[in-house]
């Protein structure tokens, strides 16, 4: 069954480190058909684009993040995984992982979402 | 950044009756290719968004056809030709013309 299934700790303390991982069922990280991406959703429900990569190791995120953010895959464990550096309060979030559908060779829409893991940075 | 201002905010709806979402973008989301990089999703409560229209006009699978999206440049629309009680959440736009992607600020539709 195609789905994707976010990990990873529910709560994070400030100024530490946020990490998850995305399984991916149903479907290779390595297909070329996709790129996969983050985006996280606050308690006030904007949704806000993380960034995404490719099956080559290509990234892209958002400059609004991007010192703090590295996206990698590990193809052994059909993976993506999220880290986020330094984080704050203001991080609490959903955090969702999607897969992007490439249309004539960049990525565009999401057409699959995992159902998100929320992710709480509290002491 | 492009900046996506969706209206109305909420939109309560009788069953049966049609709705209509408007979405705008700070510039042009046309590329020279002639697509235009607008998408809509629904957000039910309690899940995760879900794809309902790509490329400004075009269903995703398993979409109902009283779903149908519009517009060209910086002024998009969802329209819904009739409400259905499962057809409740929040709905967003999202440009996909150039990093960061940017979403609207979504649009709760409410049963009256």
């Known amino acids: 069954q195609l789905q994707l299934q976010e990990s990873g700790p529910g709560q994070v303390k400030p100024s530490e480190t946020l990490s998850l991982t995305c399984t991916v069922s149903?479907?290779?990280?390595?297909?070329?058909?996709?790129?996969w991406g983050w985006i996280r959703q606050s308690p006030g429900k904007d949704l806000e684009w993380i960034g995404n990569?490719?099956?080559?190791?290509?990234?892209s995120y958002n400059p609004a993040l991007k010192s703090r953010v590295t996206i990698s895959l590990d193809t052994s464990k059909n993976q993506i995984s999220l880290k986020v550096t330094s984080v704050t309060a203001a991080e609490t979030a959903v955090y969702f992982c999607?897969?992007?559908?490439?249309?004539?060779?960049?990525?565009?829409?999401?057409?699959?979402w995992g159902r998100g893991t929320l992710v709480a940075v509290s002491s | 950044d492009i900046v996506m201002t969706q209206f109305p905010l909420s939109q309560p709806v009788t069953p049966g009756e049609p709705a209509s979402i408007s979405c705008r973008s700070s510039?042009?989301?046309?590329?020279?290719?002639?697509?235009?990089?607008v998408d809509w999703y629904l957000q039910k409560p309690g899940q995760s968004p879900q794809l309902l229209i790509y490329?400004?006009?075009n269903r995703a699978s398993g979409v109902p056809d009283r779903f149908s999206g519009s517009g060209s440049g910086t002024d998009f629309t969802l329209k819904i030709s009739r409400v259905e009680a499962e057809d409740v959440g929040t709905y967003y736009c999202?440009?996909?013309?150039?990093?960061?992607?940017?979403f609207g600020q979504g649009t709760k539709l409410e049963i009256k």
């Open positions: 999607a897969r992007q559908v490439v249309v004539v060779m960049s990525p565009r829409y999401f057409d699959l």
């Open positions: 149903g479907d290779s990280v390595n297909n070329t058909s996709y790129y």
């Open positions: 990569i490719y099956y080559d190791g290509r990234t």
């Open positions: 510039q042009s989301l046309l590329h020279i290719n002639g697509y235009n990089y």
């Open positions: 490329l400004r006009s």
């Open positions: 999202m440009q996909s013309l150039q990093t960061p992607y940017t």
